[in-house]
């Protein structure tokens, strides 16, 4: 009687062995499902439309463009700056991603290890999340250096940098063509005809830059009807959350650019 009380309590610890096991391996399931899922939501590049990378060593700023569908990619250095800030504010052109280097952008000849050096946290820092960073990876094995087209800035003697026609259009961009009216809340004078050259360099149809005579603490991205692809990547780009409005007014967007967007405009 002993021997089979003690079988069956061994059958029974074997059951619940087994089960914790498997509620063990289901918590794992579950958990790297949900950790892939946030991952591919929180993704900023998308193979179908153009990204615009910016990598900083330093002072100095590199900005990559890679466009989709075979297009060449675009390269712009800014040399001789006296601070990151003073870099990007050099050029107008909004990044979707940044990704701080180790060492200077020509020293390694493959584009692709950087994003490796930032997967792996070896120097390199970045924004973009691990999903990313493959994808990114494996996208730019074969570009090096001498595969993409150049401009370079030198300041200070440089005071402005003629880019070629569509170096860093987003090519959706320009072919949904959404009117955009920008008005300055900010009472400093320029900063709303800055972003319209950000825009025009993305291929935005800016149709009017204005000030408004009351000062607007936040920052605001309206669009009339259905959310387009230009509503949501410009409100991804500058970090303004995007309203819908059934009202049909001059433009297709309006971009209100208020004192939180003071900071990221004078870069």
Request: glycine content about 4%; aromatic content about 6%.
């Amino acid at each position: 009687m002993r021997v089979q009380h003690k079988s069956q309590e061994s059958k029974n610890s074997l059951k619940i062995l087994r089960l914790f096991c498997l509620l063990v391996v289901v918590a794992i399931v579950v958990s790297l499902t949900y950790r892939l899922i946030q991952l591919v939501r929180t993704s900023k590049y998308d193979p179908n439309h153009t990204i615009v990378i910016s990598f900083v060593y330093k002072n100095d700023l590199d900005l990559l463009a890679l466009h989709p569908n075979d297009t060449p990619p675009a390269h712009v250095s800014v040399r001789g700056a006296s601070s990151p800030d003073a870099a990007r504010g050099a050029v107008d052109i909004l990044t979707d991603v940044t990704v701080e280097l180790p060492q200077p952008f020509s020293q390694v000849s493959n584009v692709s290890q950087y994003f490796w050096q930032a997967f792996q946290h070896r120097g390199a820092k970045t924004n973009l999340n691990s999903y990313d960073l493959v994808r990114l990876a494996l996208a730019t094995r074969g570009l090096s250096n001498n595969t993409v087209e150049d401009a370079t800035l030198h300041l200070p003697h440089d005071q402005s940098l003629e880019l070629a026609q569509n170096f860093f259009s987003d090519k959706t961009i320009m072919q949904e063509n959404k009117t955009i009216a920008i008005v300055n809340g900010t009472q400093i004078n320029g900063l709303g005809t800055r972003l319209e050259s950000a825009l025009d360099a993305l291929g935005g149809n800016v149709i009017s830059v204005t000030n408004s005579s009351i000062p607007n603490k936040k920052s605001s991205l309206i669009y009339v009807g259905e959310k387009s692809y230009t509503s949501s990547h410009l409100s991804s780009l500058l970090h303004i959350p995007a309203q819908s409005t059934s009202h049909q007014g001059l433009s297709d967007i309006i971009i209100v650019v208020g004192q939180d967007q003071v900071k990221n405009l004078l870069k």
